[in-house]
Nanobody
Framework: QVQLVESGGGLVQAGGSLRLSCAAS????????MAWFRQAPGKEREFVAAINRSGGSTSYSDSVKGRFTISRDNAKNTVYLQMNSLKPEDTAVYYC????????????????WGQGTQVTVSS
């Protein structure tokens, strides 16, 4: 069982930055692919970024590529999402997800989810 707790969300002006964190309660954090998804009101949950077990490989959606950076610290059981140059369209609840397979962009591929953290970008 993997428990995930996100933090770091909040209200920021367009052009600003936020850093999200996701702490995992699991002994073998390094065995899990980690990902961030987001869901805006009235929209489906969408893939944002993912990172492999070692942190040596990452994947991003086109909408955040070049602005967001995913990273992980296996010693701290934590995955991060650094979000720069934020836009109003980035407003959503951001979810952390984990799975012990490979990087995938489909939400259905991830077995474990956090409760989410709200990110609001004002124009």
């Amino acid at each position: 069982q993997v428990q995930l707790v996100e933090s770091g969300g909040g209200l920021v002006q367009a052009g600003g930055s936020l850093r999200l964190s996701c702490a995992a309660s699991v002994r073998t954090f390094g065995a899990y692919v980690m990902a961030w998804f987001r869901q805006a009101p009235g929209k489906e949950r969408e893939f944002v970024a993912a990172i492999n077990r070692s942190g040596g490989s990452t994947s991003y959606s086109d909408s955040v590529k070049g602005r967001f950076t995913i990273s992980r610290d296996n010693a701290k059981n934590t995955v991060y999402l650094q979000m720069n140059s934020l836009k109003p369209e980035d407003t959503a609840v951001y979810y952390c997800a984990a799975d012990n397979s490979v990087i995938r962009s489909s939400a259905g591929s991830y077995a474990y989810w956090g409760q989410g953290t709200q990110v609001t970008v004002s124009s």
